[in-house]
């Protein structure tokens, strides 16, 4: 073996090596810390962790960048929350499934109002924000395994996307807000459509099919890779921005039910419903 080739050899060892390399979960608060409805997982811009259904359904726990866990606020009206998104640094949106609303929460005052509401909404579960603040959400019906598809806005409220959808569950929005992301829970697809300018969906694509185990919710790194939660896999597969299945990872538990991301992107926080509690893995 030349000195040429001895190098390639461990060029190429190292970079079989490295993306070989299995990343794993940690706990990051403390098993059933939260209740069996943990989801909807949302990162403030100081790091801190916001998760719904903390000790008991109805709030929304509270958890620092180094773990320490505390209720946030105790929903009104018996509502339950689910997904998480911020718009402004101090505002909150949480998709509320029992009362059909989207609320809105001041982080300094911790007011909460309702933001958008609509009765024919089976129940707004995982919610997504895009750039100019415009909100989607996700709809699923479970008793028939079918879903909506809903736009949300302060001056329009609910607008129907589309109808007739598998399981809708796992909701995003492209960093430059061109696409948006949507997956079926029961139908393991992830569909991606072109934002138009006035806030609607266009040119529906499939982006990827699993063939086992269910979806739960996703997030966009920041170099465009799709974080999917696959529910009962214990895994969140990684998507690259073509589509293709990069890596996944491996976490403790089995029912990932979603995941939020770091300011950096360098850490990634997963909501465990089989666990009430939060997995870390440094990426």
């Known amino acids: 073996m030349t000195k040429f080739q001895g190098t390639l050899t461990l060029f190429v060892t190292c970079i079989f090596i ?27 811009f100081l790091g801190n962790i916001y998760a719904v259904n903390f000790k008991e359904q109805g709030t ?63 129940q707004p579960n995982d919610i997504a924000i895009a750039p100019n603040k415009t909100l989607y959400a996700s709809d699923p019906n479970w008793t028939d395994n079918t879903g909506k598809l809903w736009k949300v806005t302060k001056e329009k409220g609910f607008e129907l996307l589309e109808d007739n959808m598998g399981t809708t569950n796992g909701i ?10 949507v997956n079926e829970s029961i139908q393991r697809n992830v569909w991606v459509y072109d934002i138009l300018k006035n806030g609607n969906i266009a040119n529906k694509t499939l982006f990827y099919k699993f063939e086992d185990f269910g979806l739960d919710g996703m997030r966009l790194h920041k170099n465009g890779n799709l974080y999917v939660c696959r529910y009962d896999k214990g895994t969140v597969a990684v998507l690259s921005p073509n589509g293709k299945l990069i890596k996944e990872l491996q976490l403790t538990g089995k029912k990932v039910s979603n995941i939020t991301f770091s300011p950096d992107f360098n850490t990634c926080y997963m909501t465990m419903a089989d666990r009430g509690c939060l997995e870390v893995i440094k990426l």
């Open 18 to 44: 490295s993306c070989n390399t299995s990343l794993k979960s940690t706990d990051f608060t403390s098993e059933n810390s939260f209740t069996k409805g943990i989801e909807g997982p949302a990162t403030d």
């Open 60 to 122: 929304i726990g509270k958890v620092s960048p180094d773990g320490k866990t505390a209720i946030f606020v105790k929903l009104p009206n018996n509502s339950i929350g689910n997904g998480i998104r911020f718009g402004t640094k101090t505002q909150m949106f949480v998709a509320d499934f029992v009362n059909h609303n989207i609320l809105e929460i001041d982080l300094e005052t911790k007011k909460i109002q309702v933001f958008a509401h609509d009765s024919t909404v089976n």
């Open 172 to 181: 995003e929005v492209s960093n430059d807000g061109t696409k948006l992301y």
